[in-house]
Antibody, heavy 122, light 107 residues
Framework: EVELVEFGGGLAQPGRSLRLSCAAS????????MHWVRQVPGKGLEWVSS????????DYADSVKGRFTISRDNAKNSLYLQMNSLRAEDTAFYYC???????????????WGRGTLVTVSS | DIQMTQSPSSLSASVGDRVTITCRAS??????LNWYQQKLGNGPKLLIY???SLQSGVPSRFSGSGSGADFTLTISSLQPEDFATYYC?????????FGQGTKVEIK
């Protein structure tokens, strides 16, 4: 069974950093592109970042470009999101999601984790 | 960025009702339109991709239609487990974007 579990969320002050992790199981991790999607509590969904199976293609939303870095470790079946220079507007649940495609990202998501909450506040 | 607009934002319906949710894109997106269901405390679940293809394991009472800029998600006979929030998403162009959601509540 495919499972994605996010962790690393919590409270951070504006300008500080957090690193999110996503542990994947139940599938061949390095066969799939992966994404981070966030959701302000009670609000809609916003795609944040994507990474291809071999880390050769990486993309970011303009709202996080230059501040967030996505990475993956296929040997550890893990996805990461390094979040620097955090702002109040980064407060959200962050979901790890699997791209439906392997070779080339389709940018839609067939499995999601339950999310981890990041709160940015002084 | 491509804007996605769903209507209605919420609706009340009874078990057994036929429910229709619409999604409009700010430009043509061919059939690069996907639908998700989200229940409280969980990540979204993919229901429909490519505007009309049913994701594996999703009940056949869910269906999608449309192309270009106008799309529809239909639940043919609402079941108790279908009360949730539904989102459309375009995957035509990055950044991919989502509709604001439609909350389906019990009447």
């Amino acid at each position: 069974e495919v499972e994605l579990v996010e962790f690393g969320g919590g409270l951070a002050q504006p300008g500080r950093s957090l690193r999110l992790s996503c542990a994947a199981s139940g599938f061949t991790f390095d066969d799939y592109g992966m994404h981070w999607v966030r959701q302000v509590p009670g609000k809609g969904l916003e795609w944040v970042s994507s990474i291809s199976w071999n880390s050769g293609s990486i993309d970011y939303a303009d709202s996080v470009k230059g501040r967030f870095t996505i990475s993956r470790d296929n040997a550890k079946n893990s996805l990461y999101l390094q979040m620097n220079s955090l702002r109040a507007e980064d407060t959200a649940f962050y979901y790890c999601a699997r791209d439906i495609n392997g070779a080339a990202a389709a940018y839609y998501f067939d499995y999601w984790g339950r999310g981890t909450l990041v709160t940015v506040s002084s | 960025d491509i804007q996605m607009t769903q209507s209605p934002s919420s609706l009340s319906a009874s078990v057994g009702d036929r429910v229709t949710i619409t999604c409009r894109a700010s430009q043509s997106i061919s059939t690069y339109l996907n639908w998700y269901q989200q229940k409280l405390g969980n990540g979204p679940k993919l229901l429909i991709y490519g505007a009309s293809s049913l994701q594996s394991g999703v009940p056949s009472r869910f269906s999608g239609s449309g192309s270009g800029a106008d799309f529809t998600l239909t639940i043919s006979s609402l079941q108790p487990e279908d009360f949730a929030t539904y989102y459309c998403q375009q995957s035509y162009r990055t950044p991919v974007t989502f509709g604001q959601g439609t909350k389906v509540e019990i009447k």
